[in-house]
């Protein structure tokens, strides 16, 4: 109990820390007077009245200070102590402190922004109940295939899973977005994107509606009754604005009336997978009336599910991976068996039975596999890089405190000598970077969160067009606590980093020297200045790695628009359809579509194809019917007839597939030039034999070459196609349209979105027609130059910083230098040796840096050109060479130039001054 | 045997300021330091500024109040006063006193005896 009070008086003094003192001082005084009194009373005059009264009192000071110690918490009070002192202090030299926060909150600010980003796409919960425990079950396929598909199940498998998993407890699914047309009032119709959700979503994720109710499970026991949608609270707001009275409403959605139920809270932006906030939701059981044509409830070919799970609690994640699996494959096998259909790895075909052989249940989150490997790898690669510059920020820093400390060398040396002890001084200097790192930490964030949204706004406009993009992303950007923990944490990581070596060296003072404040003389303490140039070097040669590999980056991405395809990519069309669940009946369809569309005057040719261009490899082995050949990997496209024409490829030998051969899977093919070079050299390529394992399962399919095509781009723009083969597509299975348009494309459009409509109505809800220029080939065309204007922001960045930090050296060797020009130019000495002497000194440790960061460049340059070895891979370089001569030569002489600026301005400036001067500089 | 000053251990002096607030009633600091020194007959002779440790100790631990009022000389001063818990604690720690006192003196008067 006293205990408590005695504590609490403590706590409490240290707020009232210089009251106290006031008071404790008048006690003293008049305790102090009442004996002098006494004494002068016993006949001692004022004078030794009063010294005796000190005396008998004891050490006045040693008694208050101890008061002091025993009154308060000492070690708050040396922090606020310290805090004061470096807070005055920066404030004493306001440019540096300037300069430092700037550095520090850029460094910071940068990689704040990317936590951010890596926040907002992997680490944020979804706006539900218990975020942490939502998890999304994963599939995994024998053929290994990966994307979306993964997280892509049937009504039927659901519903097995739902009736008979043990470890988790409830499973809730989810469509993928849709698109339905709705009728509003005054007649006209628009596009609104919706989801397809089990009944107890909502209830089960806790969301509380802002208007109305949600569904209620009851209601939506069986399929096409209770035609009921909730809307989302952007959707009211933007198309109802924000009216209570649509509440009972109806809206006719893709020709029928749902009731408006409620409308979902605005902090409820969906669950994800893609991030995107639906425009409403609708009880699965309400399917058929709204994607038409199909009916997912009993066919378990159509996987448009997601699932998201929680497991039991206490349960073992692991044992309900397995159980899950099990499951899985038990209903899977039991449809086939039942229907013949099995799931796959291509969306909506069925050719190759596929086996789910494992089944993951990672956490939730606004994107799906964030917790991919490849993924996290990414992630953590832009961090080191963004790291590195915060790394070199740091050594800027540290080269300023040493700079500083030095400068501060009597005020160091008096303390020393005073007694403060070496542990307080590093505690006060340290606090004092500290504090500086964060008030820069601060700055970064607000600079971060600026950032953050410009460059959200920048992916969002360029991710709008291409590939039927449309609804914004629901990402929020704000910070949240984790984003402030990370700054801070970050913050107070930088100020230990850079502050520590200068705090220990500062207080490692030979104290007569200090006292005597001879600065850096003739003898130059070596130790110190080997640091120093350790710093600089580093910083030097960090920043040239990250020069040359955006300056590389940069030669490559000039080239983009200048790049041909080597095919038709503004009058080339894709056609995309939702063709139905039966295989075949898609395919008859789609070879009416062709038909049709043939017919158009404004379509010049059409063909199926089974890869669209940019949006992805398949590589299969290959060899030669050679014994000895090697097996190599290859570029591969599933083609039909027509397919050469369409996209504009020249054949340069031989012809392409005939329909006959596609309709009875003949074993042809058509290589490129180049695989052509590359299997039979000099030889003629045509009726060749060559093996192809299309599944990569070892089972090797013999083809005979019937043709040659030239060689274009048309995996990467990056790179023209080192190898590619062309195979007959599966007659049995709709894939993707590809049309030549001729005459004005928006016309044409518009015609063939009318011959559509003519020959299925319940077409138009899944169409999308987009030119290979403004779709697939456009993102491709984004990202290079996102990715590359972020490389050469950060080297610019680095640049900016690595000049600093050797103006900054050049600047301190200058100024300790400076007695020694003075003595130098007053006994008569030429400037010009005075200068080639300082700079020698201060630019040694540039050079070897430079030579550090050109060895380093040259490596990176050779780890990107490695990649190319993979067919499948883009060429980050764009076809420059591994030792671009213009990077490798231009880049280090910039900076040359660069250093050499930054380090002539200060000595020019002392050459400038007069030696009288100079001489009694006084540091 | 005259006491040294040094020897009074800080515990010790606690005490003593504790009793002299009991029978003073209110004093100011300086007054605690002279009437300890009249008491004791100049036996014990700290410096006066050792005081103010147990003041303030006293003070945390709620046994004394302070209050600021004019001294003597029109200075203004602080003054303390013993609270209830300050004499219950006095009590206590008297009562301990005696019995240790009591003891030792039984041992010593057996050393006595031979």
Request: with cysteine; glycine share 8%.
């Amino acid at each position: 109990m006293n205990r408590l009070s005695v504590f609490a008086s403590r706590i409490a003094a240290v707020f009232s820390r210089r009251r106290l003192d006031q008071e404790f001082d008048q006690e003293v005084e008049a305790h102090l007077a009442m004996l002098a009194a006494d004494n002068e009373r016993r006949g001692m005059s004022p004078q030794d009245a009063r010294d005796a009264a000190r005396r008998s009192f004891g050490a006045v000071a040693q008694i208050k200070e101890e008061q002091r110690e025993r009154r308060g918490v000492p070690q708050i009070d040396t922090l606020f102590q310290d805090l004061r002192y470096g807070f005055r202090n920066l404030l004493r030299t306001p440019t540096f402190t300037l300069i430092a926060i700037l550095t520090l909150a850029l460094g910071i600010g940068v990689n704040t922004t990317l936590f951010t980003t890596f926040n907002a796409i992997a680490l944020k919960p979804l706006p539900v109940r218990d975020a942490g425990e939502v998890r999304r079950v994963e599939r995994w396929f024998e053929s290994g295939a990966q994307g979306d598909i993964q997280f892509a199940f049937s009504y039927p498998e659901y519903v097995y899973l739902r009736d008979h998993s043990r470890e988790l407890t409830t499973l809730i699914a989810m469509s993928w977005p849709f698109r339905a047309f709705a009728a509003l009032n005054q007649g006209d119709t628009e596009q609104l994107r919706g989801q397809l959700v089990s009944e107890e979503y909502f209830r089960d994720f806790g969301v509380a509606p802002v208007l109305g109710r949600t569904f209620l499970p009851e209601e939506h026991k069986t399929p096409g009754t209770n035609p009921s949608i909730v809307l989302s609270y952007p959707f009211w707001k933007r198309r109802f604005l924000a009216d209570p009275r649509i509440l009972g409403a109806s809206l006719k959605l893709n020709g029928t009336t749902f009731n408006i139920v409620g409308v979902a809270p605005q902090e409820f932006t969906g669950t994800g997978e893609p991030p995107i906030t639906p425009d409403f939701w609708a009880p699965l059981m309400m399917q058929a009336a709204l994607v038409a044509g199909q009916n997912w409830m009993d066919q378990p070919a159509i996987q448009r599910l997601q699932i998201l799970a929680r497991p039991k609690p206490h349960g073992d994640i692991r044992t309900a991976e397995a159980e899950t699996a099990t499951l899985v494959q038990q209903i899977d096998q039991t449809l086939f068996v039942q229907t013949g259909f099995s799931p796959t790895g291509r969306v909506g075909v069925t050719s190759v039975r596929e086996r789910t052989v494992a089944i993951t249940l990672p956490h939730a989150t606004y994107f799906g596999n964030t917790e991919d490997i490849r993924f996290r790898v990414f992630v953590l690669v832009l961090m080191l890089v963004v790291g590195m510059v915060l790394a070199i920020a740091c050594a800027n820093l540290a080269n300023m405190l040493l700079a500083r400390a030095a400068s501060r060398q009597r005020e160091i040396g008096v303390r020393l000598a005073m007694g403060a002890g070496r542990g307080r001084l590093i505690r006060q200097l340290l606090t004092e970077s500290t504090l500086l790192a964060l008030v820069g930490g601060a700055a970064g964030l607000l600079f971060s969160v600026w950032a953050g949204k410009l460059l959200w706004a920048l992916i969002q406009h360029a991710l709008q067009g291409p590939m039927g993009g449309g609804a914004p992303l629901t990402v929020s950007l704000d910070p949240d606590f984790r984003v402030f923990a990370y700054a801070l944490a970050i913050s107070l990581i930088t100020g230990f980093a850079f502050g520590l070596a200068p705090a220990l060296r500062a207080s490692k003072l030979d104290l007569t020297s200090a006292l005597k404040e001879e600065g850096v003389s003739f003898g130059a303490r070596m130790s110190r200045s080997r640091l120093r140039s350790l710093l600089v070097g580093s910083q030097v040669a960090a920043s040239m790695i990250l020069l040359i590999a955006a300056g590389l980056l940069v030669r490559g991405l000039v080239r983009v628009p200048g790049v041909d395809p080597g095919f038709e990519t503004h009058s080339t069309f894709w056609l995309f359809f939702d063709a139905g669940p039966d295989p075949a009946k898609g395919a008859a369809l789609q070879r009416r579509v062709i038909e049709r569309l043939e017919t158009l005057p404004e379509v010049a040719h059409a063909a199926i194809a089974g890869t669209v261009p940019y949006a992805g490899t398949w590589t299969p082995p290959i060899k030669t019917l050679d014994p000895q050949a090697e097996t190599l990997r290859t570029l591969g496209a599933r083609v039909g007839a027509g397919y050469f024409e369409t996209l504009g490829i020249p054949l340069e030998r031989g012809r392409g597939f005939t329909p006959l051969e596609i309709q009875n899977a003949t074993p042809v093919a058509v290589i490129s030039a180049n695989a052509a070079r590359q299997l039979w050299p000099n030889q003629e390529p045509v009726g060749r034999r060559l093996k192809l394992d299309l599944n990569f399962r070892n089972q090797w399919k013999e083809f005979e070459v019937i043709g040659v095509a030239r060689s274009v781009r048309s995996a990467h723009l990056s790179r023209v196609d080192p190898m590619m083969v062309y195979v007959p597509v599966d007659p049995n299975v709709p894939e993707h349209t590809v049309l030549r348009i001729t005459g004005d494309p928006q016309n044409a459009q518009a015609r063939v979105r009318a011959a559509m409509q003519s020959i299925d109505p319940g077409l138009m809800a899944g169409l999308a027609l987009v030119s290979t220029a403004d779709g697939p080939m456009q993102l491709e065309q984004v990202l290079a130059e996102a990715y590359t204007t972020f490389a050469a922001a950060l080297a610019g960045l680095a640049l900016l910083l690595a000049s600093a930090g050797i103006y900054g050296v050049m600047s301190y060797l200058v100024s300790q230098r400076v007695r020694d020009i003075g003595v130098m130019m007053a006994l008569g000495a030429d400037a010009g040796r005075v200068l080639r002497s300082v700079l020698r000194q201060g630019l040694w440790p540039v050079l070897i840096g430079s030579a550090i960061g050109l060895a380093g460049g040259a490596a990176v340059s050779i780890l990107l050109h490695s990649m190319l070895s993979f067919p499948g891979n883009a060429d980050l370089l764009f076809g420059v060479n591994t030792l671009d001569p213009v990077t490798f030569l231009g880049l280090p002489c910039l900076f040359a130039l660069i250093a050499f600026g930054a380090s002539a301005i200060p000595v020019r400036r002392a050459l400038k001054v007069d030696p009288m001067i100079a001489l009694r500089y006084d540091g | 045997m005259a006491a040294d000053n040094s020897d009074i251990l800080q515990g010790t002096l606690d005490l003593m300021v504790l009793q002299t607030l009991d029978s003073m009633g209110t004093l100011h600091g300086y007054g605690i330091a002279r009437r300890i020194e009249q008491i004791s007959e100049d036996a014990v002779r700290l410096n006066q500024g050792t005081i103010y440790a147990s003041l303030l100790r006293l003070h945390q631990q709620r046994w004394i109040a302070a209050e600021w009022g004019v001294s003597e000389n029109n200075r203004k001063a602080k003054f303390y006063s013993i609270t209830r818990a300050g004499k219950k604690q006095l009590a206590a720690e008297a009562a301990n006193w005696e019995r240790v006192a009591g003891v030792m003196s039984r041992m010593l008067a057996l050393r006595e005896e031979g």
